[in-house]
């Protein structure tokens, strides 16, 4: 519509006279983005509730991927706005990042990033001078952040959205979250929450599936209005019973920690059981990535873990020539192979204070 008013616009003044000059300065950057994290229920509802209140396209990561996707919106020259959403940042790739974003600055795009990972203060500190809208709470999850900061332009399912996002994120009981909660019945929030979260881990190598979650929450339908959700999470649900009994064969300890290699799953998918099964405060699962000569690693803390395991996990993966972080009681790194034992003995011992 505007293109074509514009074309208009420029026929019409060329007839009156041909000296006119071309509307060259007018800005032709229109183009809003939204970077999210792929893994989970959060970054799939961030990135839809911020398709409904501003439009503009969906790019879905993980962790690894996030940079290259950064630096590839970075080259569009039609990006007008780009939002970032739930994707912390580590030692590894937080002043890149700095970096990425100072340039969009320069470029005059709008950069917003909404995140609620552990962040480095100094950090935080770059992208303000650089004037990039922070949204940063980690006591809240993405959505529900998204859901606060834009309810404005969001429709009055947006936060149903977010209170799904927050039970998967196991934020539900902070004090944004559980008031979002609250206005649902908690069961009816709950099996829609781990019916999204079943496709979603479920869908991982399927791009565009993620993307039409992404729109279908957007034009504001309940998990469970989404064809065929239901029968994929039951099959999700079957495999996950299979790798409950892999864990309890496989699964091995130190003093610290439960541990186990996984196979045929991901480690993501597997790490809880560990957690549960081997009786210990902290969990790992992990996972070789046979094509980049990596371990993707996932940990998981109980509830009586006191320890920062985030912080920990960024630091020693990072010594190991790998990344890693996250939160307290969830996280993960990537592990170069051949470190993976000394990973695990580290972190063990790491775990002592
Ligand atoms: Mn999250």
Known sequence: MVAAKTKKATKASKKITKTTKKPTKTNPRTKVVCISHKEDADGISSAALIRQAFGGDSILVDYPGQMEAIQKVSTDEKLKSLYICDLGLSKKNQDEFVELLRILKKNHVTVTYIDHHDIDPKIVKDLEKIKVKMIHDINECTTVQVYNA????????????????????????????????????????????????????????????????????????????????FEFAQIQVEKLALIIAKVKQGMKTMKNIGYMEIMDSGASGAVNFVLGLSGKDVGVAYKERVDHGIYAVSVRGSKSCKIHLGKIVNLLATELGGSGGGHDKACGAVIPKPKIQTFLKEFNKKLNQ
């Open 150 to 229: 834009f309810k404005s332009k969001l429709s009055d399912h947006a936060p149903f959205i977010a209170a799904c996002a927050a039970i998967t994120d196991y934020m539900e009981d902070r004090p944004l979250g559980s008031k979002l909660l609250q206005i649902y019945d908690r069961q009816f929030a709950l099996i829609n929450a781990t019916v999204l979260t079943y496709n979603i881990v479920g869908h991982q190598k399927d791009p565009d599936y993620l993307l039409y979650l992404v729109e279908e929450l957007a034009e504001s339908k309940f998990p469970h209005e989404i064809p065929n959700t």
